[in-house]
């Protein structure tokens, strides 16, 4: 079992930036794969970033260049870089983290654990 726990969401201007946080405890195993899900109002849930258990990583083509994942093993704590932010960026966010399987795949929604998500929301 793996427990999420998700921090740093809040208000930003466009342009400006936020860390998002998730601590994650329980068996270090259930972390092999972790990545960050965002879900707006009204539309689907879409993969954002992912990092495998040696720190490869992979993003989605609408936050390349803006968006920056990265983990800390010591932590236990998976973050979320988010620069430049947009209002179409406007979400909650959500971690998720898996045994196993293929950790960089964007479409990937088959995690076993989640968050209980943190909103992020950019004004024009």
């Known amino acids: 079992q793996v427990q999420l726990v998700e921090s740093g969401g809040g208000s930003v201007q466009a342009g400006g930036s936020l860390r998002l946080s998730c601590a994650a405890s329980?068996?270090?195993?259930?972390?092999?794969?972790m990545g960050w899900f965002r879900q707006a109002p009204g539309k689907e849930r879409e993969g954002v970033a992912f990092?495998?258990?040696?720190?490869?990583?992979s993003y989605a083509d609408s936050v390349k260049g803006r968006f920056t994942i990265s983990k800390d093993n010591a932590k236990n704590t998976l973050y979320l870089q988010m620069n430049s932010l947009k209002p179409e960026d406007t979400a909650m966010y959500y971690c998720?983290?898996?045994?196993?399987?293929?950790?960089?795949?964007?479409?990937?929604?088959?995690?076993?654990?989640w968050g209980q998500g943190t909103q992020v929301t950019v004004s024009s």
């Open positions: 990092i495998d258990n040696d720190g490869i990583t």
């Open positions: 998720a983290a898996d045994p196993g399987g293929f950790c960089l795949d964007v479409r990937r929604d088959g995690y076993n654990y």
């Open positions: 329980g068996n270090a195993y259930n972390t092999y794969c």
